[in-house]
């Protein structure tokens, strides 16, 4: 089976302590297409400009990403530039420009409708609750989403969180969110607002996932030596989590927390290099591998 | 197997958002005693004042710690008070009264200097080291520390280093004694002063073990609710460690993960309740039942 991602295609320039990379491939979509296509194939919807490079068109389709959803408007893509300071956890965002994605009205093609996983990537709740109108029938849909949308868009998310299956945040967000120190008691609090599966992600201490029957599974990351350029970590993360649960055999309840796995494998890579430079040269192997050392890493 | 503990043995007031706890038992070593004692019969070392309530002794002898290592002196107890934060994580030490502690010069009875498992809780360095010089033939001597000999006893703390088998520390004492940010580059650094088993806490976010070859392991924090009080949780992580290990049949190599685990277990009790108020009140039962909750919050 297929994903289908909707999410942000971007232009990312990224600047370290290190090192200064202009217009990379980003975006949300881009991070979790490329590491849900480890898993499956992946049906992609989002907006370029005219400006966007053909050399990332190319790359998606070496990763057998559909791109019959990817429209392609006259203007600019959009283009986020960020810095990091030099622990690498602290970014600061030094210009935004929306370019085409202003105006962007996700369509899915017809072939789209059906899909059964549906991931909604990272981007503005009203879009993902419009892309979600436009299902048939899904199996499984989980929404990410960032402190922005708590902060200009909170009543769409709201709503949004009460027709999606699945919702990832990171941990500061789920504090703003319910005003809730406690993790476990805001995942309680989100539980309410909707979703069944909730997951915050906490970065390099891993994620934590509840059910609404009150499951829990403490997700480790994958330790680094070195971490090159965390952007699109949690996006690769969701993705290559909901890559792998399209093509998984049984339940969900049984699945999910080896999705969550294979996803913090692919959030690691991702960590190695700058936007997509190290996930895009990984090979399913590798994936594996690490997954295994990730098994003994933990075993008691 | 008995465990010998040498380490502080104080008084805590303990100010939080909350509540406010005068004169409660505290100090490195008896937290670790208390924890250790759920496993293994406890040897203590340590010094009190003729303050020292009488209801810490009989609390004491209640965990079958054997008492011959306690010194009783004319004058005050150790007393430290300090404050937390509202979210538990930052804590400010208001007042320090050394007391007797100022003078003590651990000495170990004759029953004490067979002793197999030891564990040198945090105090001062050369103190820890003066103890080991009183051991015949320990089998594993683990060492715990502070930030505070990081700053003013380096020296003394580099020195024992290389008399130890296992080395324990938190996030920041590694980056601070390596000066290195990355957590797996800075267990190199630590290997290499000497210990061969090296564990850095990072508290809520659990702990990582490094053994010289190379060896990793990734040991989870138990989840909480609500954090009462996290002071003496360090010591209690090594305690109990140290405690299971004393009586595990089978390599180290084979037992030290599950060690941790219980440590963890035991550290999670004593963060529910103020000082050893929750951790005097458990019982084995409700440490095993933890620890096979963790294993099923983290299979995968």
């Not at 009203?126 to 979600?132: P, R, T």
Request: aromatic letters at 8%; a positive charge; charged letters at 25%.
């Amino acid at each position: 089976m297929s994903v289908l991602i909707v999410g942000s295609t971007a232009l990312d320039s990224i600047k370290t302590p290190k090192a200064e990379n202009p217009r990379l491939l980003g975006g949300s979509a881009s991070h979790a297409a490329v590491a849900a296509s480890f898993f499956a194939p992946v049906k992609l919807v989002g907006v370029v400009g005219q400006d966007f490079p053909k050399r990332y068109i190319e790359l998606y389709r070496r990763h057998k990403v559909d791109l019959e959803g990817l429209q392609v408007l006259p203007g600019k893509t959009f283009h986020w530039s960020g810095e990091y300071e030099i622990n690498m956890n602290n970014r600061r965002t030094l210009a935004t420009e929306l370019g085409v994605f202003e105006t962007f009205n996700p369509r899915l093609p017809a072939a789209y409708q059906d899909s059964s996983f549906v991931l909604l990537a990272n981007i503005a709740p009203s879009l993902q609750s419009h892309v979600l109108t436009q299902m048939r029938r899904p199996k499984f849909v989980v929404a990410d989403t960032m402190d922005l949308w708590l902060n200009i868009a909170l009543p769409d998310l709201l709503k949004l969180l009460k027709r999606v299956d699945g919702f990832v945040l990171n941990d500061s967000e789920a504090r703003q969110l319910t005003k809730e120190d406690n993790l476990l008691t805001a995942l309680k609090k989100i539980h309410k607002l909707g979703p069944k599966y909730v997951i915050i992600k906490k970065g390099e201490h891993g994620a934590i996932l509840s059910t609404r029957n009150g499951g829990l599974f403490l997700s480790p990351a994958y330790p680094l030596h070195r971490v090159v350029d965390p952007t699109g970590a949690g996006d690769s993360f969701v993705g290559g989590m909901m890559g792998y649960l399209s093509t998984a055999k049984g339940s969900l309840d049984d699945n999910i927390r080896k999705g969550m796995i294979y996803g913090s494998v692919v959030a690691s890579f991702c960590c190695e290099g700058f936007g997509l430079k190290f996930t895009t040269r990984i090979t399913r192997r590798a994936i594996d591998d690490r997954f295994k050392e990730l098994d003994k890493l933990t075993r008691f």
